[in-house]
């Protein structure tokens, strides 16, 4: 498979915190990776140096053979790589159908048969789509910011927790349409939640302390007891 | 009766100026998290700059236009080279722009003289009518028609158009914004550069209002307009019309009234709405 985005030994500063100091990683196309690591390892500051958020102080960023680290966050993100923050970050007083409009770059044949594809996923973004989205439910406002993510022609999916704070029906549905999008998109995943990431997961890095430390496919994690308890903390 | 119309009239005009001058500055708030306090002299550049190129062509119309190029030029100029590198930095923003303001200032006495300039209204629009007991002068219904279209013109942007959708959800969440592909420094630039178009249009609508302009007119109605946007909530321009209409009446009429308290009375409206609404009329708390 080709390897769609390329993270080689990246450092990141946040004010004078040296957060990550030497993540690297690869993500194959067509496939879910999930990074994982206990609160504060650096996975969601990894992220957010993907997306020009926290700018990296050493090391690189490809997509698609292209350096991009270099690049302010909406050239990232034009590149083709739509993100799914931690807090979802949809905008409250906005529409569903205004934070989709928003995000689409595109209203051509291809955006809107996306559109109408996502909505079919998520029917409760059509059943609200003139209601503003900081009344939504969080796992509604989850979906609102994944279907933002995937209404462009994105070829890489950053999703940062999708499960925080949801109740496990809601889990459930998130993980079946990641499981759906999976067709269509390869996919950065953030989880804590290892159900979740073990069952859509197809390979994993291990971030620990700001690097990464391990690395191998899911299904050989799920029954790496010592491993799962040395950097993950389940017993 | 009719005492009561005639200031609520007057109110309303100077309110609309106000207005003009406070919706940039709280779209500039809102969305970049800029304090600018030489907004107030794009006002008073736009009333000598305006005032003469309506002396100079003779027509008013034309003095209008060229206030407002000049107020967007100004705005381009000032956004490019003076506040973008400062946006991270509050405390660098608000010696920077008070600095700039009184630069901005005293290079107008260097064009145009240190003395006042008296303007002239153009006949069409220098009449009244007496109706019922109450006067019409014409040039204040001129002004609060253009307010009224400025704000109706600013609402179809913000509700109706991309640039407003950005505008607003940058407001909200600038981070995710950019992360949706959008180069927000762009939306900066566009909006910093409307901002300051209004801020001289108004400044050369209230020449000809007022008959007599100054250099510090910036700085007067440069801390009126701060007023009304705190009173009305930083970033919320339906906020900043209301405080505006609401520090334009009150003024004309304690003006009228209470004279010996008509400087004062700005302040306490704005203590007053602070003590209830700490994030202003329509701010988010």
């Known amino acids: 498979m080709m390897t769609l985005l390329k993270v ?26 999930v990074l994982l690591g206990r609160n504060g390892a650096g996975k969601t500051t990894t992220l957010r140096s993907l997306m020009g958020l926290n700018p990296i102080a050493t090391g690189a960023i490809t997509f698609k053979g292209e350096a991009i680290h270099h690049l302010p966050t909406y050239e990232i993100a034009r590149k083709g790589i739509g993100y799914v923050p931690e807090d979802q970050g949809v905008f409250p007083d906005l529409t569903i159908e205004e ?22 996923l998520f029917p409760d973004l059509k059943t609200f789509w003139k209601k503003p989205s900081g009344l939504l439910s969080g ?24 499960s925080k704070g949801l109740a496990p029906i809601m889990v459930d549905k998130v993980m079946s349409v990641i ?10 995943l953030v989880e804590q939640n290892f159900y979740m990431a073990s069952t859509i997961g197809d390979d994993y890095y291990i971030i620990d302390d700001g690097r990464t430390v391990h690395t191998g496919m899911m299904k050989e994690l799920k029954e790496n007891e010592a491993l799962k308890k040395e950097y993950l903390g389940i017993a | 009766m009719e005492v009561l119309l005639n200031l609520t009239i007057n109110g309303i005009a100077t309110g609309s100026l106000i207005f003009l001058l406070a919706a940039g500055l709280t779209l500039i708030f809102g969305l970049m998290h800029v304090l600018n306090f030489a907004h107030g002299a794009l006002f008073a550049w736009g009333a000598y700059f305006g005032v003469w190129i309506y002396t100079q062509t003779g027509s008013f119309v034309i003095g209008i236009v060229g206030a407002i190029v000049i107020g967007a030029l100004l705005g381009w100029l000032l956004e490019r080279w003076i506040i973008q590198p400062v946006y991270t930095n509050t405390m660098s923003q608000i010696q920077v722009t008070m600095g700039l303001l009184l630069v901005m200032n005293e290079c107008i006495k260097v064009f145009f003289g240190p003395n006042q300039v008296s303007v002239q209204l153009p ?22 028609a253009i307010g009224i279209l400025v704000f109706l013109g600013l609402q179809y942007m913000l509700k109706r158009t991309r640039l407003g959708l950005i505008v607003r959800a940058g407001v ?29 249009l108004g400044g050369m609508l209230f020449a000809p209002y007022s008959g007599v302009i100054h250099a510090e007119i910036g700085m007067d109605y440069g801390i009126l307009a701060f007023i009304v946007v705190v009173i009305g909530g930083m970033g919320s321009m339906v906020g900043s019309a209301l405080a505006a209409l609401l520090v334009g009446v009150l003024g004309a009429f304690m003006t009228f009234y209470v004279p010996s308290v008509a400087l004062a009375v700005n302040m306490l409206l704005m203590f007053g709405v602070l003590m209830f609404r700490p994030a202003g009329l329509l701010g988010r708390g």
Request: charged share 25%; hydrophobic share 45%.
């Open chain 2, 123 to 144: 006949s069409y629009l220098d009449e009244s009518w007496l109706i019922g007991g109450v006067i019409l002068i014409k040039y204040r219904l001129f002004v609060i």
């Open chain 1, 8 to 33: 080689d030994r990246i450092e990141t500063y946040i004010d004078q915190y040296h957060i990550l100091q030497g993540v690297s990683f690869e993500v194959k196309k067509g496939g879910v990776t």
């Open chain 1, 179 to 188: 499981i759906e999008m999976k067709q269509r998109v390869t996919v950065v």
């Open chain 2, 172 to 200: 909200m969440n600038k981070e995710m914004v950019q992360a949706l592909g959008v180069n927000i420094k762009k939306v900066f630039l566009y909006v910093f550069i409307l901002g300051c178009g209004m801020a001289a």
């Open chain 1, 99 to 120: 934070n989709l409009k928003l995000a689409m770059r595109k209203t051509d044949e291809a955006t809107l048969e996306r559109r109408d594809w996502i909505l079919q």
């Open chain 1, 139 to 162: 796992g509604q406002k989850q979906m609102l910011a994944i279907a933002r993510a995937c209404v462009n022609d994105n070829e890489l999916l950053l999703i940062d927790e999708p």
